[in-house]
């Protein structure tokens, strides 16, 4: 029996990257460079750790952001072992998400000696596992500036270690930020009082939204801060209609973004699927570069 395959290929022209028409690439359409948070994926590596990552790589991301740091090991595997894994996969370790917030004792002293510590081994594991960058995902909210200014100076601290191991330190907002504390915005007050030598922002879009907030303004307004993006919606990527990634998309330049990273905290469907949906919404748009890193 002979089988007669007829292949049509549509050309669209989107205005936005949140239009719900279904955009077809040929297949030999490059890929893109985007990583993959893998909390994401967070129940399904607790079970198939192996499979999971084999996953990740074959639906087409390109590196992942870990979130499971712990005593020197990444999943319970050893740094070697970890950036081993993934890189069998396809893909290369790019991030991770960790941190140690002060102590009272610590904060209202002024003494970072025994996060220092911390972060010697931190930074050591860090590096062997062959990453690029070290975020913190969140912090305690502050009661005073005063407590954030020495939140900001501790990062600074944090951002020189990671500096001389030849990576970099930044910080990854939810929505609290966006609340003030006397009388200035908590994530204005830290960019502007940490050194952009040492100190980078990891901007969750979708965040930025749900406090209010336009994240084209935050790119204009502190140029080149933003090294890496959180890409997210309220589920899938594209699902809601109310991050706006098309204006995003438009304006990475003056953030200076160098990656995006996608992160799904809840679903529409199982972790995987929803997980494939959004890289493939970034795929198909358009405005997503291939790379931001060239």
């Given at each position: ?179 003030k504390i006397e009388d200035k915005v908590f994530y204005d007050y830290m960019i ?103």
């Amino acid at each position: 029996m002979k089988k007669v395959l007829i292949f049509s290929v549509f050309c669209l022209v989107l205005a936005s990257c949140n239009s719900k028409v279904e955009v077809k690439y040929t297949p030999d359409g490059q890929k893109k460079d985007i990583a993959l948070q893998l909390y994401s994926l967070r129940d399904d590596i607790k079970t198939d750790y192996a499979g999971t990552i084999k996953k990740a790589g074959e639906m087409g991301y390109t590196a992942v952001e870990a979130a499971n740091y712990d005593s020197g090991k990444f999943y319970g595997k050893t740094p070697e072992e970890f950036k081993a894994d993934i890189e069998a996969a396809g893909m290369k370790v790019l991030s991770s998400h960790t941190g140690k917030s002060l102590s009272d004792e610590a904060l209202a002293k002024k003494d970072f000696t025994e996060n220092m510590q911390w972060w010697d081994e931190a930074i050591k594991a860090h590096k062997a596992a062959g990453m690029q960058y070290i975020v913190t995902p969140s912090m305690p909210t502050p009661k005073t500036l005063a407590d954030l200014q020495t939140y900001c100076e501790y990062y600074n601290e944090v951002g020189k270690k990671c500096k001389e191991a030849g990576m970099k330190f930044g910080y990854h907002n939810h929505s609290f930020e966006f609340n003030k504390i006397e009388d200035k915005v908590f994530y204005d007050y830290m960019i502007e009082n940490t050194n952009p030598e040492y100190v980078f922002f990891e901007m969750d879009v979708y965040w930025v939204v749900r406090g209010q907030n336009s994240p084209v303004d935050y790119f204009n307004k502190y140029k080149n801060r933003f090294e890496i993006l959180h890409i997210k919606d309220n589920k899938e990527l594209g699902q809601s209609g109310m991050v706006g990634f098309d204006a995003i998309f438009n304006n990475t330049d003056a953030a200076g973004v160098k990656h995006l990273v996608v992160e799904v905290e809840q679903y529409n469907f199982t972790p995987a699927e929803s997980v494939q949906k959004s890289l493939e919404y970034l795929q198909k748009c358009p405005l997503v570069k291939t790379s931001y890193s060239n």
